[in-house]
């Protein structure tokens, strides 16, 4: 199908790399697949492209790029969803649990590749039982599940910095803080120090300072400090927290608070990132599943939150990591394996953006949002219409995903699109190896396996697994490998990939680099965007995105049960019960939200869970426009990226900040209908 006002050919690949070379071309892939390790269209999208002379890629991502930023500087580590402390280790070790941002517990029934066993709600009850306490910090109650009878500390969206360094003050200034643990297994804590005193600024970062920015109040964080230093505790950020404005600080100095409580290391305390997402899972060693995808020819990237920014600024020189880029000129996009108008920030930006290449190329089983705005729309099955194998690494079970009906239609599988194109452009035997759909499971499975009889597992062979359907890896004793143990253990024979191979609170690589907006320690800079602001007045409620409880991401919006969740047809927003009477809106009125970058409708839903001032939305309703295609024009459904903003966390990381965002919410009587899931006009 072919789709667009602009006139297309055919042979877009080759003139645009004919006539631009390889480096005008995007891969506009965002790693969504299906579970499966086969069919996963992003592995396609780069063998292909690579084998076709490179492509323009992306670096970082948008679930935890201010991490994977900070963290290879402060710990010498970027593997950041690994950054979470095991539940075995905890459970009758720890005392309390910190929670900045929270657990939600829908967070950890999601896992990359595929979650075969939910066992997240199982471990809160043990470690509840066990007598763990648990404290949420943050604007929603609903954050943390009920079932652990946790505290609820409400704090400004954006102000966990300043939170944090109230605790370190106070653990500070009253000698509740581990020197010789600083001493030992850290560099730059006196540096760090002089900050919390006011050395450089003339500004003390206690308890009392923090309270005016985050409103907690001043004896709850000096409290809360005493407890933290009297007990086994863990300090746990969500990824969300850092999904902000400066995102790499609460990240840097989750790590530094823990240090200054000296227990990293041990079983019980410490830090992790992203707990409630990852910290259920078990350890194993069994093995990953992964298509090879080759070698990129060219060497020109993007940091993955400014997509929108390179497609409108060819050209551009921005400072990245420590070096500077600068953008190409991008002529055509090849997307597949997600919804660049769902997890790009500022959408008007972006449609600007995405406007300005000759072609778009894309693989969709239905009509998206992506779809709607692509030249070229080549149908692609979903998971039912293609055999696969769910393999997670270090899974419980591997999975034969055997399909369960013939591809609808003209639906192909992405492996066999791209196949029948690299035989058109002349390298088909290259990039399939003369293997098809089920020779390539037997050989993924069969490398795999070969792996994991290594590591003393016994996996059957590929045709006996895919007769039984399933492989279940034996149950493994507890390892109780404590997180960061052996560097406690012994920092000189297990040094971390730091410059110094110690914990960093101060770096010196990054004060070389010299950036305002990232400093060489952990430092609250305030937000471009928050309600101790300006711009508060204009625009008084903090709107937060959070992950929706029935569909990943944007992915199925259009099922019935996504479509169930909606309010008057439209994504649900949370807002406090005072925050809607004040406006006139009651629980089911259609609500516009605005500010200066762009508008959206949602369905009102009322709960006195979330802080007053702040509001609530989850992501990925499928974007929608009044007039589609014309910038500024209102969406209809409720994406919460048509008033977030395009600037990045800072230049060191270059991540998206779509937790940093003021908006207005008026009541809408006559809305205009929302039309996302209309199917398109064929001629």
């Known amino acids: 199908m072919v789709h667009g006002a602009r006139s297309r050919h055919p042979r877009a690949l080759v003139d645009t790399k004919t006539k631009y070379g390889n480096e005008a071309i995007f891969g506009g892939c965002y790693g969504w697949a299906s579970a499966g390790r086969f069919h996963h269209a992003p592995s396609h999208l780069k063998r292909f492209l690579n084998l076709f002379g490179g492509y323009v890629d992306r670096v970082g991502n948008h679930s935890f790029g201010a991490a994977l930023g900070i963290m290879p500087y402060v710990i010498g580590r970027a593997d950041i969803p690994a950054l979470v402390a095991p539940w ?47 404290v949420n910090i943050s604007p929603s109650r609903s954050d943390l599940t009920e079932a652990v009878d ?5 704090l400004r969206p954006n102000t966990d910095v300043a939170v944090m360094l109230g605790l370190a003050h106070t653990l500070l200034v009253e000698g509740l803080h581990d020197t010789a643990f600083l001493q030992r297994f850290c560099v730059g804590f006196e540096r760090f120090a002089d900050y919390l005193r006011g050395v450089p600024d003339g500004v ?8 005016e920015i985050s409103s907690i109040p001043a004896e709850r964080i000096t409290a809360l400090a005493r407890q933290m230093a009297s007990s086994r505790t863990l300090v746990a950020t969500a990824w ?124 969709e089983p239905f009509w998206t949002p992506v779809a709607r705005h692509a030249d070229i729309v080549l149908p692609a099955t979903t998971t039912l219409e293609r055999n696969d194998i769910l393999a997670a690494e270090s899974a419980s079970h591997w999975i034969a995903m055997q399909k ?14 791209f196949a029948d194109l690299a035989e058109r452009l002349g390298f088909k035997s290259a990039f399939t190896e003369d293997r098809d759909e089920r020779a390539w499971m037997a050989w993924l499975y069969e490398q795999t396996r070969a792996q994991a009889k290594e590591r003393g597992y016994a996996p059957p062979d590929f045709d006996t697994f895919w007769n039984d359907g399933v492989h279940a890896f034996i149950e493994e004793a507890p390892v109780h490998q404590v997180f960061m143990g ?39 800079i305030e937000p471009t965007e928050w309600l101790g602001s300006a711009q508060a007045r204009d625009y008084p409620l903090h709107l937060l995105s959070n992950q929706p409880t029935a569909r990943l991401h944007s992915q199925l919006d259009m099922s019935p049960l996504s479509r169930a969740s909606k309010i008057a047809g439209r994504e649900a927003i949370t807002m406090h019960p005072k925050d809607a009477g004040a406006r006139g809106i009651r629980d089911g009125d259609v ?6 970058r762009g508008a959206f409708l949602a369905g009102a839903r009322l709960s006195p869970d979330l802080r007053e001032s702040v509001v609530q939305i989850a992501t990925g309703a499928w974007y929608q426009a009044v007039e589609p295609g014309v910038p ?25 900040t779509a937790q940093t965002v003021l908006v207005q919410i008026e009541r809408v009587d006559d809305p205009p209908p929302m039309t996302a899931f209309d199917p398109p006009r064929f001629s």
């Not at 990852?278 to 069994?286: F, I, N, Q, Y």
């Not at 394996?337 to 300005?356: I, K, P, V, Y």
């Not at 369960?404 to 699109?417: H, K, Y």
């Open 404 to 417: 369960a009906i013939e591809p609808v239609g003209q639906a192909r599988n992405d492996f066999d699109i």
């Open 486 to 524: 052996d560097f406690r253990r012994d920092p000189d024979a297990n040094p971390l990939k730091t410059a110094s191979g110690r914990i960093e609170i101060f770096s010196e690589k990054i004060a070389g680099f010299n950036y305002a907006d990232c400093p060489p320690h952990p430092t609250w």
């Open 632 to 656: 500024g024009s209102l969406d209809t459904h409720g994406n919460p990226n048509m008033v977030t903003m395009s600037k990045v966390t800072s230049p060191l990381a270059g991540a998206p």
């Open 204 to 211: 003390i970062k206690d308890a009392a300072w923090a309270a």
């Open 150 to 154: 946790g505290e609820w500390i409400s």
């Open 591 to 596: 609500v516009r939200v605005s500010n200066a």
């Open 88 to 134: 075995e280790t905890l459970v009758g070790s720890c005392e309390l649990i910190v929670l900045f941002g929270g657990a939600h517990l829908k967070n950890a029934q999601v896992e990359m590749n595929g979650q075969v066993r939910h066992e997240a709600a199982t471990w809160f009850h043990k470690a509840h039982a066990a007598g763990t306490r648990f």
């Open 240 to 363: 969300s927290v850092q999904r902000a404005d400066h995102g790499e600080q609460p990240v840097w100095m989750t790590v530094t608070l823990a240090a200054m409580l000296g227990q990293i290391g041990l079983p019980g305390g410490g830090f992790s990132l992203g707990f409630g997402r990852a910290g259920s899972a078990p350890p194993r060693k069994v093995p990953r599943m992964a298509m090879p995808v080759g070698k990129n020819p060219v060497t020109t990237i993007v940091p993955v939150a400014s997509v929108g920014d390179m497609l409108l600024n060819p050209g551009k020189e921005v400072e990245f990591n420590g070096r500077r880029i600068r953008y190409p000129d991008v002529k055509l996009i090849y997307a597949v394996g997600g919804n660049a108008f769902h997890h790009n920030t500022d959408l008007n930006a972006l449609l600007r953006g995405w406007q300005r290449p000759d072609t778009v190329i894309v693989h």
